[in-house]
């Protein structure tokens, strides 16, 4: 951690241009699983209100069969 400090210190040194190569590569990874996470937190998010649906339902219709 001490010795990448240093390395973001000093960005007008030589040790800019690496960042940047070493950097590239990361992107496309990181943009799919992004992509792919916000998927699965769609189809997650769609599963809970379909179980808050159910479940209103499920006690709106107790309570009307209570009554």
Do not use: K
């Not at 179980?51 to 309570?63: C, D, E, K, P, Y």
């Amino acid at each position: 951690m001490t010795d990448s400090i240093p390395s973001l210190q000093l960005p007008s040194s030589s040790p800019s241009p690496p960042p940047p190569l070493s950097s590239s590569p990361p992107p496309p990874p990181s943009l799919h699983y992004h992509h792919y996470h916000h998927r699965h937190l769609t189809i997650v998010w769609n599963r809970t209100v379909l179980r808050g649906l159910v479940l209103i339902t499920l006690i709106s219709a107790s309570n009307y069969f209570l009554y």
